[in-house]
């Protein structure tokens, strides 16, 4: 008689104790009764293809990836997906049978069905998105936008330079406008998203004048600590709908986890509590 194997999982990193994917994952696989583990690595730049290598041969089947590894995995992958490559970083990692690595990106994915679950009545082509900052998260946030419909991305950064980069890779649909002005440009916005980590506990605080907020927007940020940042706070008082940073962790989590363990999770608030915890 062949004793099945036990999948296991877990979240690569540097550091990785904070993180809250292992809450979220052991929910699910308490939830529906699935055998299998999944388990913070603390893992150091230097380590890293080591560990890529090690981790199949222990009976792990995949992986998330966190900074600082996102970029780095991929050149060690053997396979990257398009929308990994457009966005220029991997947070989902599964050990093939045939020791290949297949490298993808889920962020996106999980912006999208977290704005869309946060606001059932969103409409991406309703028009312009402002998308503050332009770092790995915005890349994401960027393509998944685009990929939805929204007509036209008017990007800021504090350093101009980053938003550039962008506009070359994405195209036409994106205008970058000067930091300095980024509370000016709010009220162009039908969408509204904090991809920086301004607003997040132990940070600065995310210095733009959002009085241009419009009623009929949505306003989400993508940090999650707090739940409800300066920036919720305030479109909240102007009469938006705001959708936190939570439920984006929560969705980029769902590919990975139904691929390694056989089940496509539900996020709802047990989720969002087990997170929480």
């Known amino acids: 008689m062949t004793i099945p194997s036990i999948p296991l999982a877990g979240v690569i990193g540097s550091p990785i104790a904070h993180s809250r994917s292992p809450q979220l994952h052991g929910h699910w696989l308490r939830k529906y009764g699935l055998a299998g583990h999944y388990v913070p690595l603390e893992v150091t730049p230097k380590n890293l293809k080591k560990v890529l290598k090690t981790l199949p041969k222990m009976g792990f089947v995949g992986a998330n990836v966190t900074i600082p590894h996102k970029e780095h995995v991929m050149e060690l992958a053997d396979m990257v997906t398009d929308r990994a490559t457009l966005i220029g970083a991997a947070n989902t990692l599964i050990f093939r049978e045939d020791g290949r690595i297949h490298a993808d990106n889920t962020d996106g994915y999980g912006f999208i069905e977290n704005l869309r ?6 409409q991406p082509d309703a028009g312009p998105a402002v ?8 890349r994401a ?7 939805a419909g929204v007509p036209e991305i008017l990007l800021t950064n504090r350093t101009r330079a980053r ?13 970058v ?13 039908a969408t509204v998203v904090n991809t920086t980590s301004l607003g997040m506990a132990g940070k600065p605080d995310l210095r733009v004048p959002l009085d241009g907020l419009q009623k009929s927007a949505v306003v989400t940020d993508l940090v999650y600590n707090p739940l409800k940042t300066q920036l919720l706070e305030a479109a909240e008082e102007a009469g938006c709908v705001t959708v936190d940073g939570l439920g984006m962790l929560l ?20 989720a969002r509590q087990a997170a929480l915890a």
């Open 117 to 122: 679950q946060g606001a059932p009545d969103w």
């Open 131 to 138: 998308v503050l900052g332009a770092g790995g998260a915005a």
């Open 141 to 147: 946030v960027i393509a998944s936008l685009l990929d």
């Open 163 to 175: 938003a550039d980069t962008l506009r070359d890779d994405f195209g036409t649909k994106l205008r």
């Open 177 to 189: 406008v000067e930091w300095i002005k980024a509370g000016n440009i709010l009220e162009e916005g």
């Open 251 to 270: 969705h980029q989590a769902v590919p990975g986890f139904e691929r390694w363990f056989g089940r496509r999770p539900i996020v709802d608030d047990e």
